[in-house]
C-alpha cells in the first residue's frame, strides 16, 4: 500500500490505473470503515482510501481538536484490509488557502435533522468531498464511492450533489456495521466512559422501538408521528439522554411521512458530551 500527502503525488500514484473506488474516512478507523473497504475491493481497479479530518465541517464548539488521530494503526488496518493507495492529506495539502468557494447542498435536505443541530455541516461535508472527488477521479473517466448507511442524510445529501453536478461516480452504501450489543460502531464511542458505553445501546433500541411503533401506526402516521416521536425523546431523557431528535421519516426525501410511504427512523442524541447519531430502515 502507497501513503501519499499530496495531490500531485497521489495524482501519480493513480495514473497508470483505471477505475479508482473510493473510500473516503476521517480516520480513527473501526470495522465499520474496513467493511466499507472490502466492499469497494472488487468496485475497482484500484482501491483509495483518504483519511482526513476536516475542519469545515465541524462548528466551533465541536471536537475538531481532539478528534482521533491515528494514522499509523490506520494505516496498518487499510494494508490489512487491501488497500492499495491511502491519501493522507496535510490540512495545507487541501486547503493551502482559507477555502473560500463552497458546495451550497439543497436547503430542503440538508438543513434538517442533522443540518439543524450542525448548521453548515453539510456544505462542510459536500466541500469536502467535492475536492477528494477530484483529487481521486480527475482524469477518470469513472469511479466508484462506498459511504457508510450510519451516516443515512450524508448519504441522501452526496447522491442528490452527485446527480445535480452530473459527476461520473457511483455511490454504494454499506450497511453500518455494530457491536455485539447492536451498538453502531463509530470513532466517537471511544469518548464513552465505561458506563456510558453500557448505556450507549438505548439510542438504538429506542429508535429500533420508534419503528415498530410507527408500523403499528402506519394507517394513521400523519396524525401521530408528532406523539411517537415525543414519547421516544422523552424515554431517552429519561435515561440521562440529551436528545437532538428521534424522529421517523420518508426514505425519499427525509421529509415527515404520509401513508405507504417507505420510512427510516433517524436519531441523534447527546450521552454526557458524546454525540451519537442512529438509523433503521423500517
Ligand atoms: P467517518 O470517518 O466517521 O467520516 O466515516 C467514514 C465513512 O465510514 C462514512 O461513509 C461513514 O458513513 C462510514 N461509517 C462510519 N461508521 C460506520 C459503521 N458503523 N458502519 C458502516 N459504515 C460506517
Request: with cysteine; aromatic share 8%; proline share 6%.
Amino acid at each position: 500500500m502507497l501513503i501519499v500527502h499530496t495531490l500531485p503525488d497521489l495524482r501519480s500514484a493513480l495514473a497508470a490505473h483505471g477505475r479508482p473506488a473510493f473510500v473516503p474516512t476521517m480516520g480513527n478507523l473501526h470495522d465499520g470503515h474496513l467493511a466499507l473497504v472490502r466492499q469497494a475491493k472488487p468496485l475497482g481497479d484500484v482501491l483509495v482510501a483518504s483519511i482526513f479530518v476536516n475542519r469545515l465541517q465541524f462548528l466551533p464548539h465541536e471536537d475538531f481538536d481532539s478528534y482521533p488521530r491515528t494514522l499509523e494503526a490506520d494505516a496498518a488496518k487499510l494494508r490489512a484490509a487491501g488497500c492499495d493507495v491511502l491519501f493522507a492529506p496535510r490540512e495545507q495539502d487541501l486547503y493551502p488557502e482559507p477555502q473560500t468557494f463552497k458546495v451550497q447542498p439543497d436547503p430542503l435536505l440538508a438543513d434538517i435533522l442533522e443540518g439543524q443541530f450542525r448548521p453548515g455541516f453539510f456544505t462542510g461535508v459536500c466541500t469536502v468531498v467535492m475536492k477528494l472527488f477530484c483529487a481521486v477521479f480527475a482524469g477518470k473517466a469513472q469511479g466508484t464511492a462506498v459511504f457508510g448507511q450510519k451516516d443515512y442524510q450524508q448519504l441522501m445529501v452526496l447522491r442528490r450533489m452527485v446527480q445535480q453536478f452530473a459527476l461520473p461516480i457511483e455511490l454504494v452504501a454499506g450497511p453500518t456495521q455494530r457491536a455485539e450489543d447492536g451498538l453502531a460502531l463509530s470513532s466517537r464511542n471511544g469518548y464513552l466512559s465505561e458506563a456510558e458505553r453500557q448505556e450507549a445501546v438505548q439510542l438504538s433500541l429506542a429508535l429500533r422501538a420508534l419503528a415498530r411503533e410507527a408500523v403499528s401506526a402506519a394507517h394513521a402516521l400523519p396524525n401521530q408521528v408528532a406523539a411517537l416521536e415525543q414519547r421516544a425523546r422523552e424515554a431517552l431523557a429519561a435515561r440521562g439522554w440529551q436528545p437532538d431528535y428521534l424522529t421517523v421519516r420518508r426514505r425519499s426525501d427525509l421529509q415527515p411521512p404520509q401513508v405507504g410511504d417507505a420510512l427510516v427512523v433517524l436519531g441523534a442524541a447527546r450521552l454526557g458530551t458524546t454525540r451519537l447519531i442512529d438509523n433503521f430502515e423500517v
